[in-house]
């Protein structure tokens, strides 16, 4: 039985969270605004602009917003681009395991979609993802399941059929609320209320996906 697989970017196909933080310390410093690393692990995953709203006020307004976020995303992938970030463990072997077995795959991410098509062209993953979900593609983030809902819809596949694979609270509530079943990647061992939870995606069974699939929807 296959279906398709949704997923998240940040902290699940890679662990990004060193390159947005130094990405966003420096933006933000240019702004003359003191981040600390407790406010950004607060925000991490969320969308820019709810991030900037959060550090900036509510007066701020859009157009300071937008240009500070694109700023940040821009060094971002320059960032990355010279790091070469690598996919977390198993990643890479199970994108290409489930394309061989007829799975269809997509990304569905709070980041822009820039960044999306860099981090899959330095991860060599580009060919294996038939359609992306990003920031410019939703009006409201995780954990509402706007993102996981167009993902799917533009594999042409419907929510019970699809697998969200997801490292945050947020994301695996949105999976539920879109009626999909869930993987957790909790590296941390962090409690997630996905149907699986793993420490990582390497060594697990090969057949981890068609049995998920298989399970009754919660």
């Known amino acids: ?32 605004v003191v981040l600390t690393r407790e406010k950004f692990l607060a925000t991490f995953g969320q969308r820019n602009d709810s991030i900037l709203r959060q550090w900036l006020g509510r007066d701020s307004t859009a157009e300071r917003i937008q240009r500070i976020a ?6 971002y992938r320059r960032i990355v ?3 070469r970030l690598a996919p977390l463990p198993g990643v890479a072997e199970w994108v290409k395991r ?11 991410s709070s980041a822009p979609r820039a960044n999306v098509e860099v981090v899959l062209q330095i991860l060599a993953l580009t060919p294996y993802f038939l359609a992306v979900a990003s920031a410019e593609d939703v009006s409201r983030g995780k954990p509402d399941p706007e993102v996981f809902l167009t993902a799917a819809a533009r594999l042409k596949v419907a929510p019970a059929q699809s697998i969200v694979v997801e490292d945050a609270a947020a994301g695996i509530e949105a999976a539920r609320r879109a009626g999909m079943r869930s993987i957790g990647v909790s590296r941390n061992a962090a409690p997630l209320a996905a149907d699986l939870v793993v420490r990582s995606l390497a060594g697990m069974p090969s057949d981890a996906f068609a049995d998920l699939l298989r399970m009754p929807l919660r």
Do not use: C, F, N, P
């Open 81 to 83: 681009s010279q790091d």
């Open 70 to 75: 694109d700023s940040k995303e821009e060094l």
């Open 1 to 32: 039985m296959t279906g398709a697989v949704l997923w998240d970017l940040d902290g699940t196909l890679v662990d990004s969270e060193e390159y947005h933080w130094r990405a966003w310390q420096e933006t933000m410093s240019a702004e003359g």
């Open 98 to 108: 489930l394309a061989s077995e007829g799975w269809v795959q997509a990304v569905a």
